[in-house]
Nanobody, 120 residues
C-alpha cells in the first residue's frame, strides 16, 4: 500500500509560478513511477506529467511542455511539479498518482488533490 498527499496549491496570477508537492508513504521502495494529473470543472481528468523514479526521466503533456517541470527527491519520497508561466486554463484540481509498475498504463494510488487557481 502507498499513500500520497498533495500540497502547494493556491491562487496565483497569470504568468506566475507555483510548486506542488506529492509526499508518498508506505511501500515507497516499490514505486517505479509517479505522475501528475489535473481535472478542471466540467472536464475529464487529464495527464500532466510523470517521472520515472529510478532514473528521473520525465514526460509532459503538450499543453504543459516547456512550462511545467516534474522531478523527484527519492530521499524524501516526494515528487514535485514546478509550474511556470501559469495560464487561466491551468486552473484545476491537481492530483498525484503512483504507477507501481512504471509502465504508464495504470496508476494504482491517488491523492486527494490540491486546488490550483490562476486568475486573469
Amino acid at each position: 500500500q502507498v499513500q500520497v498527499v498533495e500540497s502547494g496549491g493556491g491562487l496565483v496570477q497569470a504568468g506566475g509560478s507555483l510548486r506542488l508537492s506529492c509526499a508518498a508513504s508506505g511501500r515507497t521502495f516499490m514505486i517505479r513511477a509517479m505522475g501528475w494529473f489535473r481535472q478542471a470543472p466540467g472536464k475529464d481528468r487529464e495527464f500532466v506529467a510523470r517521472v520515472i523514479w529510478t532514473n528521473g526521466r520525465t514526460d509532459n503533456s503538450d499543453s504543459t511542455e516547456g512550462r511545467f517541470n516534474v522531478f523527484r527527491d527519492p530521499v524524501k519520497n516526494t515528487m514535485y511539479l514546478q509550474m511556470n508561466s501559469l495560464k487561466p486554463e491551468d486552473t484545476a484540481i491537481y492530483y498525484c498518482a503512483v504507477d507501481m509498475a512504471g509502465t504508464g498504463a495504470e496508476y494504482d494510488y491517488w491523492g486527494q488533490g490540491t486546488q490550483v487557481t490562476v486568475s486573469s
